[in-house]
């Protein structure tokens, strides 16, 4: 085992260090206001607050590789800043801000129509229209106030480092500049206009203009990204305004247009599947990582828009009823990155896979673990489990075949580094001293508690965990008895998976309060007695016995575990419960999707019914786009969805929380070369149907109404 890495040094000498991530460092109230406006592309995004403006000091800007290249963006018309007639999204990559003017001097109210077109592509390019309605010449002072802090992302998210003396400032009448570089790590901003300002004053682009009655006037200003960043759109050429003309055809959405499409006699179903299409393709990221090309969904906007294991591992089982290009990309590069090697700092170790990639400063310089770490104890099942589910729906032997090694080195990992103290259970503790706590999904330094509010001494076992392994062993035992042509390991890991589910369910189950699984084993093998949504996890993974499912999934549509709206993350009979907690009672999407498939598998169609119809209702509030996590209020009380402060939109696992919900009431399953269908469809949902679903390297139809449904071969 390698010696823990020492700590690099601070690249702002006499700054203190940041502090490790605080529990609540994701819980601010959005400083941008509820109707906050993104706009992304690749590993880019632009926040703004309504009005298309940046205020200083906020969560906005203008991010590219975890890094803030602009901090502020502030348009103001004689010294006031406009008012907000409506912003919204015209694509993932554009949106559109109509605004109008307050009361000022020398301008009433609602005299001046302004319009904001940007989208991020080759970079960000902003077009700002004015338009008088004055009936006589106005003059006008157009100023935008312009801030670049360089600040990591780590650091929007829990403190930005003042860089102020690192940055220098450059500027002519059509370009600002802002250069900072430290020890191992450069950027840059350039901000330019045309027209060129009148003047620049400080970090402030200033126009002075005249307009006549019914006169407009614009400016076009462009922030170029670095060099070498791979462009998901086509750049736009010519007039910027035609930015919102270009959704009907892009080379994204002709890569959705070739998934399967679903059609339902409920049009909250196949709005909600279309978005979810839509936004797993605006999330796509083209990075390279340790020399390899990684092209994959990012997690999430905008604390997430990097590759993630668990993450991405998930998406891609959620969606493979949509298709499977996105399962293989993701074995296929996660594999590539497979761990090598014992590395304290990274939590590295061979053949587990990575956690999480990051390509800011605080990582560049050393200062932060992450390219990549390595901090999850659950990603290692998820690729086998992935890699086993990729195969029922494909057949493809060969690809099995040329990740044998690397499906034995996960193995290995989890036999080997899994277990640390030799009990036969999968357990973590991170070995770095920036390294996280918590290396299960629920990974907020939090979110496993007992249920007095008690924090668990590591490492911790947590039952999630285990259900994995045991799903991932049965999964790669099927592939020993199929491509992989190896019966002696098929019989060792169906006797491991045999061995894991009797002591598990001796281990983990807690008869009182109506019996339930423990969230997991504390580092003195203390039941975790918290009741948590893991058990829907535990259902999916199979290591529930059928004689206790149903008192599992009672427990989970039980009031103190279901919202109206989804699965909670935690119990509201227990201490630390918090409708705002990120793992202590929120409501979390994908969490919800994978306890439906989950009672789906033990024959509970009517709970798994109740509560896809819940989170395809919660859909519908929120423009049919699920965020990462919705708050765990009693639905009857609020009468409406709350999200989670700053939850992710849109976020990869909830984008195929919806895919997963209809594979469910469809009861679609690849067995031995052919797609099963078991339907029990809501009466609220009427008639599924889908086309061009990819199995086997054929295209089929899938049709099915309440109690009946057919699949056949597509003639294309």
Not at 167 to 173: E, G, L, V, Y
Not at 194 to 201: G, L
Not at 254 to 266: K, M, Q
Not at 386 to 410: I, K
Request: aromatic share 8%.
């Amino acid at each position: 085992m390698a010696a823990a890495r020492p700590t690099p040094a601070d690249p702002f000498p006499g700054v203190t260090a940041l502090s490790r991530e605080p529990g609540d460092q994701r819980a601010v109230p959005p400083e941008l206001g509820t109707n906050s406006v993104a706009v992304l592309n690749g590993p880019t995004f632009l926040y703004s607050d309504s009005c298309g403006d940046v205020p200083p000091g906020t969560i906005g800007g203008l991010v590219h590789m975890d890094t803030r290249l602009l901090s502020g963006w502030v348009l103001t018309v004689n010294g006031a800043q406009l008012l907000p007639l409506r912003g919204e999204t015209i694509d993932h990559y554009s949106a559109q801000f109509m605004l109008a003017n307050p009361d000022v001097p020398g301008l009433p109210p609602d005299s001046l129509a302004a319009r904001r077109i940007r989208y991020v592509g080759d970079g960000f390019h902003e077009r700002v229209e004015l338009l008088s309605f004055r009936t006589e010449r106005v003059r006008l002072e157009v100023r935008l106030a312009v801030a670049a802090d360089f600040a990591d992302l780590f650091e929007v998210k829990s403190g930005v480092r003042n860089r102020s003396a690192r940055i220098t400032r450059s500027h002519a009448p059509h370009e600002l500049r802002f250069d900072y570089s430290v020890d191992g790590f450069a950027a840059s901003t350039q901000v330019r206009s045309d027209p060129p300002a009148t003047r620049v004053e400080g970090d402030d682009l200033v126009w002075e203009i005249e307009l006549d009655p019914r006169e407009g006037w614009h400016v076009d200003l462009v922030v170029p990204l670095p060099t070498g960043h791979r462009v998901m759109i086509d750049p736009l050429g010519g007039d910027i305004s035609q930015v919102i003309h270009r959704s009907t055809d892009n080379p994204l959405r002709r890569w959705v247009e070739d998934r399967a499409a679903l059609h339902s006699d409920n049009p909250v179903v196949e709005r909600a599947t279309n978005r979810s299409r839509f936004d797993l393709a605006a999330l796509r990221l083209d990075l390279e990582i340790r020399g390899q090309r990684v092209m994959l969904p990012g997690a999430g906007l905008p604390w997430f828009l990097t590759v993630f294991g668990r993450d991405t591992l998930i998406t891609a089982y959620q969606t493979l009823v949509a298709g499977p290009a996105l399962a293989k990309g993701a074995l296929l590069a996660l594999s590539g990155l497979q761990g090598r090697t014992c590395d304290d700092f990274t939590d590295e170790e061979p053949g587990k896979i990575l956690h999480e990639f990051r390509s800011g400063e605080l990582t560049r310089t050393g200062v932060k673990p992450y390219n990549p770490n390595y901090g999850t104890a659950d990603a290692t099942q998820l690729w086998l489990i992935l890699l086993s589910e990729y195969w029922r729906w494909t057949g493809d032997d060969d690809l099995v075949r040329s990740l044998r090694d690397n499906a034995l080195a996960a193995l290995n990992w989890i036999d080997e580094f899994g277990d640390r103290d030799g009990d036969g259970y999968v357990e973590y503790a991170t070995r770095s001293p920036e390294g996280l706590g918590n290396q299960c999904w629920r990974d907020s330094p939090d979110g496993v508690r007992f249920s007095d509010g008690r924090m668990p001494v590591l490492p911790i076992a947590t039952s999630d965990l285990q259900g994995y392994t045991y799903d991932a062993k049965l999964r790669l035992a099927e592939l020993a008895d199929g491509p992989l042509a190896d019966p002696a390991l098929a019989r060792r890991l169906r006797a491991d998976a045999a061995d894991l589910f009797e002591r598990f369910n001796r281990d983990f189950w807690i008869e009182e309060r109506g019996g339930f699984y423990a969230t997991g084993l504390d580092g003195d093998k203390n039941r975790i007695d918290s009741k948590t949504s893991n058990m829907g996890h535990l259902l999916w993974s199979g290591i529930v016995p059928p004689d206790r499912a149903g008192a599992v999934v009672r427990q989970l549509v039980h009031p103190d575990m279901f919202s109206g709206w989804g699965i909670r993350t935690l119990s509201r009979e227990e201490r630390p419960y918090n409708a705002l907690g990120y793992h202590l009672g929120t409501v979390w999407p994908h969490d919800s999707s994978i306890a439906v498939l989950g009672m789906a598998r033990y024959g509970y169609r009517a709970e798994a019914n109740q509560v896809s119809i819940a989170l395809l209702e919660a859909a519908e509030q929120f423009d049919y786009r699920l965020p990462e996590a919705l708050s765990g209020y009693v639905r009857e009380r609020t009468l409406f969805a709350v999200p989670y402060p700053t939850a992710c939109r849109p976020q990869a696992w909830a984008a195929g929380a919806p895919l997963a919900l209809v594979r469910a009431m469809l009861g679609l399953n690849p067995v031995g070369g052919h797609l099963t269908i078991d339907p029990v469809i809501p009466p609220e949902i009427g008639r599924i149907t889908a086309e061009r679903v990819r199995a086997f390297g054929q295209l089929w139809e899938v049709e099915a109404v309440a109690g009946t449904g057919h699949v056949r071969r597509s003639a294309g």
